[in-house]
């Protein structure tokens, strides 16, 4: 029994890291409908400046994980303000420009830091395990459950019970009526993008201390958070929670009963889901 | 009358430049030394899964992220029929054919009801599950070692005479492509592509339709893996790769999205590049993202796409 809660445990705190990566995704695309293939690309670039930080400069992890969400933060401004810009309204050569962006950005950093498998170091307060009822599990994992579920009602509030929030929102609906209200929306589409971006730095930095970084890091977290999005639908806040959820506990589910197979496990039940809901548990026809 | 004349006038230009550029492709290993040869037999591999992309992304209005991984799986399973169970030729890569068409009929049941940005999306992680079971998959595939077999008889083992086998392949296939989105099916899938809802309200039935283009289309793209096999002898997980779907898409995209034999233009450019940035830099993924992106910031509608429309505003 003891065995089951702690793959449990590992699936949702996995689920957690997930939903911190496809929830920056997932913002970008429910209000700008910008699907960001580079998405896995800024998480990798993220988890590597983290490391640089907190590792190499040693500066250690929080002041690692600010410097990724910030330095991510940046790409993401040169990325909407540099290339975007030019394929605005276009949605499918939009995704497919990040698409070409995150190879380049892919092969940069195999560049710069090599095939090596790096460790983001954990903080000294979170590093060993915590005893729940005769279970030993790493704190560490657990922090980062915390910390998804603090950034689903941080983000939740901000969506939902700001004014910011609500002028993203009525962006999204009315374009025209918000500009006309003497706000900057693309101003508030920019900071959008940049935070959305900076999820990805942050989950790079977070993920890089216990699934470790390396070259096609990228691209396994990529789907994961597509598996997420799709499942849940994109665009949605809660549909992401749920997906991450999801996706968490049945990788680490599949990864326990077939270890070949793991990514397939996730397959079947995004199949089923698809065949009743095209867009997703909680998503809506753009 | 005067845009029927044009048309015929542009269906003729267009018959020439088909019958000049295979004639050209016919007389490469006149004039091309030997490693000259197998580049243009890539490019002939390459144009085949490129078109088998543009059957769905041009002619039906669905860009797929997955092809790569069907054609991969085409590569890995004539590799391992040809080492495993039978050394019939042949017999091996009808195998890798039908593996792939099984493997695009299962994608397609997921992904028809979807479109746009969400077919992309959807594809892009089918192919993604395909690449994870060809990485882990050991027994199976090798996992990072890959199958690596020898598959060519004697009779083409040289460049010369299976540049022809592989040319009169190509050959055959694109007349067949040609015929299907000639078709009066792959005119309803036009139809499908400029207004779904159209062509259900005339009691089409749209989801079948996009089932059969899909598997049709996984089912070139599996000959274009099988005869990859054959030219590379050699499967690895980057044989299945994103990065295998995205440069197939770039070929497409490059040919110009809906003009079926762009795809051996687009081809061209794309390998002529590879291997011309390869003799200068190894970073061949940046360049083909920057490819990428360029082409989607300044010509989305392809080489062919851009003569098209020259050629069309000029009559106006």
């Given amino acids: 029994m003891g065995g089951w809660a702690f793959h449990i445990l590992n699936g949702l705190t996995f689920a957690a890291l997930l939903f911190i990566v496809a929830s920056g995704f997932t913002l970008i695309f429910g209000l700008l409908r910008i699907v960001n293939l580079a998405h896995g690309a800024l998480y990798l670039a993220g988890g590597y400046i983290g490391y640089t930080v907190a590792a190499t400069l040693g500066a250690g992890f929080f002041l690692g994980c600010i410097a990724a969400m910030a330095s991510v933060a940046l790409a993401g401004f040169v990325l909407d303000q540099g290339l975007l810009r030019f394929v605005r309204g276009f949605e499918l050569r939009q995704v497919l420009l990040t698409l070409g962006v995150a190879f380049i950005i892919n092969d940069m950093l195999l560049v710069v830091f090599g095939g090596d498998t790096f460790t983001m170091p954990a903080p000294a307060i979170l590093r060993g395990a915590i005893n729940i009822n005769g279970l030993f599990y790493p704190k560490y994992r657990l922090f980062v459950l915390g910390l998804g579920v603090v950034m689903f009602i941080l983000l939740w509030l901000l969506l939902y019970k700001t004014r910011l929030g609500a002028l993203i929102r009525a962006g999204v609906d009315d374009r025209e009526m918000i500009e006309a209200m003497g706000i900057n929306i693309r101003r508030i589409f920019l900071l959008t993008f940049m935070l959305g971006s900076a999820f990805a730095g942050l989950g790079g930095a977070v993920g890089g201390a216990f699934l470790t970084l390396y070259p096609s890091a990228d691209a396994e977290i990529l789907v994961f958070s597509l598996a997420v999005v799709i499942i849940g639908g994109c665009g949605s806040l809660v549909g992401a929670a749920v997906g991450a959820v999801m996706v968490g506990l049945l990788n680490s589910i599949g990864q326990v009963m077939f270890p070949e197979f793991a990514y397939f496990v996730i397959f079947g039940p995004m199949a089923l889901i698809l065949a009743f809901r095209p867009l997703g548990l909680f998503g809506r026809a753009a | ?316």
Wanted: net charge positive; charged share 10%.
């Fill in chain 2, 1 to 316: 009358m005067t845009g029927l004349l044009a048309s015929s006038r542009a269906a003729r230009l267009g018959g020439l430049a088909v019958l000049i550029g295979a004639l050209a492709f016919a007389l490469v290993p006149l004039v091309a030394p030997t490693y000259q040869v197998s580049i243009f037999t890539e490019i002939l591999i390459f144009a085949v899964l490129a078109m088998a992309v543009d059957i769905l992304a041009g002619y039906t209005g669905r860009t797929p992220l997955c092809h790569g991984a069907i054609f991969g799986v085409a590569t890995y399973v004539t590799i391992y029929w040809h080492t495993n169970v039978s050394e019939h030729l042949v017999l091996a890569m009808a195998a890798g054919v039908v593996a792939a068409t099984l493997v695009a009929a299962v994608f397609a049941l997921l992904a028809i009801r979807t479109s746009g940005v969400y077919f992309l999306l959807l594809t892009l992680a089918l192919g993604m599950i395909v690449w994870g079971v060809c990485l882990r998959w050991t027994a199976v595939t090798g996992g990072e070692n890959g199958l690596r077999g020898s598959l060519r008889p004697g009779a083409i083992a040289d460049h010369v005479h299976f540049y022809y086998v592989v040319f009169a392949v190509a050959a055959v296939v694109a007349f067949a492509m040609w015929r299907f989105v000639r078709s009066s099916f792959g005119l309803t899938l036009r139809g499908i592509r400029d207004s779904e809802s159209r062509m259900r309200a005339l009691g089409y039935n749209v989801s079948l339709h996009l089932f059969v283009a899909f598997t049709v289309s996984g089912f070139f793209a599996g000959i274009a893996g099988a005869l990859y096999a054959l030219f590379n002898e050699f499967a690895s997980p980057s044989t299945v790769a994103l990065s295998q779907s995205v440069e197939g898409l770039l070929m497409a995209v490059a040919g110009g999205i809906g003009t079926l034999f762009g795809a051996f233009i687009g081809a061209g450019v794309v390998i002529g590049l590879e291997n011309f940035a390869s003799l200068y830099t190894e970073r061949w993924m940046s360049v083909l993202g920057l490819m990428f992106v360029l082409t989607m910031i300044f010509a989305p509608e392809g080489i062919l796409g851009r003569v098209r429309d020259l050629l069309s505003r000029g009559r106006h």
